[in-house]
């Protein structure tokens, strides 16, 4: 089985985004070692418009082959015209609503989420897949999610986004590894315990 794995920004206290996801006061962090770090460890992550100013148009995926999110998050690209965000990626997007995919590298999740999931896990690859977000749909992959990777930024929201849209449940995890970066971003990778 590959792994699902939630790659994730959040503020120190585990918001996501603003009360409505917004989290463009973290993108200012997106600079100098931090920044090379993800061109180097992680450069599938970095969407088509940042890939292309970085110089990363051909850069090889290092973790993941595929990506989930929902259609909250992909629609923000879609408003700004992209409709490939991930285009060095399988990407899925899950909808109910969209009907049709408005670009041949998406395909759309519409019913049995979980099902679906499963099947991409049990797919012969080296690469994992990227669980992108947002709140929802991490929420209903919670049973679903194998590794966290996540991007702490130095801010306090106080209220927001939370990482996972789910009810009350105590999940243990094994802390991997810890990077740390002068601007004060903490990345953390870790395993669930099954
Ligand atoms: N900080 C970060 O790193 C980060 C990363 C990603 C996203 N975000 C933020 O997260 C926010 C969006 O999160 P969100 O929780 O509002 O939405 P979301 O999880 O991105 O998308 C929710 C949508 O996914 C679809 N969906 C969910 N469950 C489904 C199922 N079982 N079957 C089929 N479709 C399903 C539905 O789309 P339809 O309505 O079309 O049916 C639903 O409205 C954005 O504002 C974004 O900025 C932050």
């Not at 989930?68 to 690209?77: E, F, K, N, P």
Request: proline fraction near 4%; charge should be negative; aromatic fraction near 10%.
């Amino acid at each position: 089985m590959r792994q699902l794995t939630y790659f994730i920004a959040c503020s120190i206290d585990g918001f996501i985004g603003d009360p409505n996801g917004d989290a463009s006061s973290m993108f200012g962090f997106a600079a100098e070692e931090y920044l090379e770090f993800l061109k180097a460890e992680y450069p599938e992550t970095i969407p088509a418009q940042g890939r292309a100013a970085l110089g990363l148009q051909d850069a090889a995926n290092k973790h993941f082959d595929t990506l989930i999110q929902g259609r909250v998050s992909y629609q923000l690209a879609l408003d700004i015209g992209v409709t490939s965000p991930y285009g060095q990626l399988r990407e899925y997007v899950a909808s109910r609503t969209l009907e049709k995919s408005p670009d041949p590298n998406v395909e759309l999740i519409s019913d049995d989420l979980v099902g679906r999931v499963r099947a991409l896990k049990a797919e012969d690859s080296g690469l994992g897949i990227y669980l992108c977000g947002g709140s929802q749909l991490a929420g209903e992959l919670m049973g679903e999610i194998d590794e966290l990777v996540i991007k702490t930024y130095p801010q306090v929201y106080g209220a927001g986004m939370p990482m996972f849209g789910a009810d009350f449940a105590v999940t243990d995890f094994t802390l991997d590894w810890v990077r740390t970066f002068d601007s004060g971003v903490l990345v953390r990778k870790y395993t669930r315990k099954r």
